[in-house]
């Protein structure tokens, strides 16, 4: 009886933590003055109207050029219920990525394999050395779809604010928005 106890506490200790992963990217975990020499930061929010337990979207970032198929640089979540959100009103976070200066785009990823993507509209943007990038919201107007299509919109006032509510260290006086833009799909 008490190695059955055992294990129903520990399967209970395992599904309590379910909702409660840190986002890798979260803007707290930034601890430099600055961007390394040759990067720059990129700033930006995803969400959607609900969490998403079975059909997940993440952005798969990627350099301009690279195949969808390529290894991603980062893989920002958009809707993952194991992320608690930074927003009181939708699921959805704020993140910062150190990236060496050039052109990228994000496309979408779901996190189900029986779903396999045909068409994957992809977001450019590019950063220079030394810039931190406001990239805009990426946000999904249906969370756990079979379509990944979001929209872009600027929060830059909402985000640059909980930035700062998270991580006074960064200096935002020199952001530069620069929003991403949809330009065809990723290959």
Known sequence: MSKLMLIASALVLLLSGCGTMTNRYAPEKWTAAAPAEGTGLILFS?????????AATFLKL????????????ALPSVDAYVLKSDFADHQGNLHLI???????????WTANPYLVPTKVPKASFSVAAGE??????????????TTTLGRISDQKQ??????????????TT??????M???GEAM
């Not at 909402?158 to 960064?170: G, I, Q």
């Open 46 to 54: 995803t969400g959607a109207p609900e969490r998403c337990t079975m």
């Open 62 to 73: 990627l350099p301009e050029g690279k195949p969808y198929h390529f290894a991603e640089t």
């Open 98 to 108: 150190p990236v060496p200066a050039g052109q990228y785009y994000f496309a979408p």
């Open 132 to 145: 931190i990038v406001y990239l805009g919201e990426y946000f999904m107007p249906v969370a756990c779809s």
């Open 158 to 171: 909402r985000d640059l604010a909980l930035l700062k509510s998270k991580n006074p260290n960064v200096d």
């Open 174 to 179: 020199h952001v530069v928005t620069r929003l």
């Open 181 to 183: 833009v949809f330009n």
